[in-house]
């Protein structure tokens, strides 16, 4: 949190603060935000976040979730796409088509999806392309 040097309010810095979906609530449609996520609810649909996603035990998400890392102990179903670690608790349970670059799973998940391993080693070859010019 800031402090406006030219008054006295508060406000927190865009992609800094963390998003909650509580216990009991659900959402249908599309959500995008600059701030991490933690899901206890329900997401029927797509969201996207530079941040990190956390589904508790009780979060369900069921669509498309695009994110920086995630670290899931509840439900997961459709495709997930995960920049750097998806990291999978005991109690989780993922269905659908994974895109990650490192994955953690713990014994007890369920994993029946499609995964493919992507690196970050592209920016690399770019940027020896450039280099070599």
């Known amino acids: 949190m800031f402090k406006d040097k030219n008054s006295n ?4 810095e865009s992609g800094k603060s963390q998003n ?15 701030g991490g996520f933690r899901i206890d609810g329900t997401i029927n649909g797509t969201l996207k976040t530079p941040g990190k996603v956390v589904i508790g035990k009780d979060g369900k998400v069921d669509g498309t979730l695009e994110c920086a890392n995630a670290d899931i102990e509840g439900f997961f179903s459709g495709k997930l796409i995960v920049q750097g670690l998806l990291s999978l608790k005991s109690s989780a349970v993922i269905t659908g088509d994974v895109i ?4 953690a799973v713990e014994p007890g998940a369920v994993f029946n999806a499609t995964c493919k391993m992507e690196s970050g080693l592209k920016s690399i070859t770019t940027s020896k392309k450039d280099m070599s010019a």
């Open 100 to 103: 990650t670059e490192k994955l």
């Open 20 to 34: 909650r979906i509580s216990h009991g609530t659900i959402i249908k449609g599309d959500v995008e935000s600059d």
């Open 9 to 12: 309010k508060s406000f927190m």
